[in-house]
Nanobody, 128 residues
Framework: QVQLIESGGGLVQTRGSLRLFCAAS????????MGWFRQAPGKERQFVAA????????VYGDSVKGRFTISRDNAKNTVYLQLSSLKPEDTAVYYC?????????????????????WGQGTQVTVSS
């Protein structure tokens, strides 16, 4: 079992920045591929980014590519999402997710069904 707790969300103006945090506990963090998803009201959950166990590989959704950066610190059991050049359409609840992957394979396409554990989410609101 892995517990994930997100933080760092808030209200920010267009073109502003935020840094989201996801603290993990319960199992060997480096055995988990980590991801971020988001969900806006009335919309499906959308893939944002994923990062390999070492942090050496990452992939992003098309709508955030070039603006968001995912990273992780295995010593701190934490994954980060740096949000920059924010737009009103980035407004959503952002969820951290963990996929148990002891083989340490990294994929380049993700869906929410691939992940085993989820946090409660943190709200990001971008005002125009």
């Amino acid at each position: 079992q892995v517990q994930l707790i997100e933080s760092g969300g808030g209200l920010v103006q267009t073109r502003g920045s935020l840094r989201l945090f996801c603290a993990a506990s319960g199992r060997t963090f480096s055995n988990y591929l980590m991801g971020w998803f988001r969900q806006a009201p009335g919309k499906e959950r959308q893939f944002v980014a994923a990062i390999s166990w070492s942090g050496g590989s990452s992939v992003y959704g098309d709508s955030v590519k070039g603006r968001f950066t995912i990273s992780r610190d295995n010593a701190k059991n934490t994954v980060y999402l740096q949000l920059s050049s924010l737009k009103p359409e980035d407004t959503a609840v952002y969820y951290c997710a963990a996929k148990y992957e002891p083989s340490r394979i990294f994929y380049y396409a993700y869906s929410s069904q691939m992940f085993d554990y989820w946090g409660q989410g943190t709200q990001v609101t971008v005002s125009s």
